[in-house]
């Protein structure tokens, strides 16, 4: 038992990281098949485990029904409700009919459009909290912002050309070096990671502390 | 045909010595020595975050964005660490924890695995219950996090796994609400959006370290090590294309992409 719950799948997990590695990195035609093949396992699972996931949020829901907690039971009816419906459409009508890509296109894609949408509101406001000379280094931060944000108002381009250049500088020479320094360390730090898990060493995705492995 | 791929010799040599580097530190560790990170005050953040909700009667969220494919896999694994040592400072304060898992349902039972050993660990395995664990989906997590963060109104928020534009979203209303916030992921734009709104955040590599140094593994601590012996060379290969770009040579840089 303690070989199913630990062995196989760090076995598995080794295996499958080093085939999809020796995949990228080398042009051998078998390593393309068994990559490739590999990767529809991998949706099979994840539609499989949907599954799951689907079944613990209704059953959340239920439990906010059937208690009716305030502010929120109504809000879980709407939700089953129309749970319900997309899967008879779907079911009855298939999911390539026109009314499943109806909802689909029309009410799920322009509600995540308007989601993503507020985002920018949200840079905002984090930029108004953020941009405050509370010190010298944020004082800096504040005047390299100022500019950076200058740069991107094409009337300061044709009105005051070096406020647009010296922005356009922060924001393509010492911010890119910056930013490249930190995505090749956090590189590193991942590629680490790789080599725990293919040697067994990480253990967090069989839910296993340090003590339980000795 | 060639073994190697096209423009990929570079990168299988990167990859042999950052390996390289990591099998030397895991054999100065059966030598006897174990490296140590340094004190992260982010780690003491996510202890004085629980702490403060207990304390003043509010939940604890834990917010997770990824999954297990692809380019999300890494920062979940060590999301996955951080989630079972919050558990466990939730478990020894006896706090209310709630976790939530976006995009896909994979990581589900692992992150169910890990929040029970933690629970565990802390000394309080019968706070677990399955409606701790809230599944949201694509496209409809981040509005499903917004409402969570509302209705809950935490007095902790963590944020940790790969987030991208929904990082700025949550960590604002976590703000909005009164929560004490503890960031971390790798994407380096949503760093920034968690170093506006958050109280402790993890920075670049810090994420990994700050996993690897919770995690209490000593093979992981000294791979750590490993990593920053590997940073000298990928510096080295830098100056030297600089150098020999700015007189003009580019066999070397031919050679790196050879």
Known sequence: ????????????????????????????????????????????????????????????????????????????IYFIAFFLLVCAIGFGYGTSSTLYMWLYEWVTTNLWNTMVSTAGFYILYGALRAFRARNSESALMLIVGAFIILQMMP??????????????????????????????????GMIMLTFRSILGYERAFLGLKVEEDT | ?????????????????????????????????????????????????????????RKIVFLHEGNLASRDTLPTMACLTFASYVAEQVAKVSGDLIVSITKTSEVIPIMTENIKTGLTAGGAPEL????????????????????????????????????AHSGIINSTIGRVVGAMQVGGTNLLGSTSYFAANCDYVFIGEEYFAAAAKLSGNPQALNSIYGGDLS????????LILILTISFGFMGFLDLVVM
């Open chain 1, 1 to 76: 038992m303690a070989f199913l719950r630990r062995e196989l799948p760090l076995i598995i997990v080794g295996s499958m990281a080093v085939l999809q590695i020796f995949e990228y990195l080398f042009g051998v035609p078998i390593l393309k098949g068994l990559g490739s093949e590999m990767r529809v396992w991998q949706s099979i699972i994840v539609s499989y485990s949907l599954l799951m996931g689907t079944i613990g949020g209704l059953r959340v829901h239920y439990k906010q029904i059937t208690r009716r907690t305030p502010g929120k039971w109504l809000w879980s």
């Open chain 1, 155 to 188: 009337i300061v381009k044709v009105m005051f050309r070096p406020a647009y250049d010296l922005g356009y500088w922060f924001l393509n020479v010492p911010a890119v070096g910056a930013q490249r320094g930190l995505i090749i360390c956090a590189g590193v």
């Open chain 2, 1 to 57: 045909m060639s073994l190697i791929s096209s423009g990929k010799a570079f990168d299988l040599l990167t990859l042999v010595v950052i390996w390289g580097s990591a099998a030397y530190a895991l054999y100065l560790l059966k030598k006897g020595t174990v490296k140590t990170i340094k004190t992260m005050p982010a780690i003491g953040g996510i202890t004085e975050a629980i702490n403060r909700a207990v304390e003043t009667g």
């Open chain 2, 128 to 163: 677990w219950t399955p409606d701790m664990l809230r599944f949201f989906p694509k496209p409809a997590y981040t509005i499903e996090n917004v409402g969570l963060i509302e209705t809950e109104r935490p007095g902790a928020l963590f944020h940790f796994g790969r987030w």
């Open chain 2, 231 to 238: 940073k000298t060379f990928l510096i080295a290969v830098l």
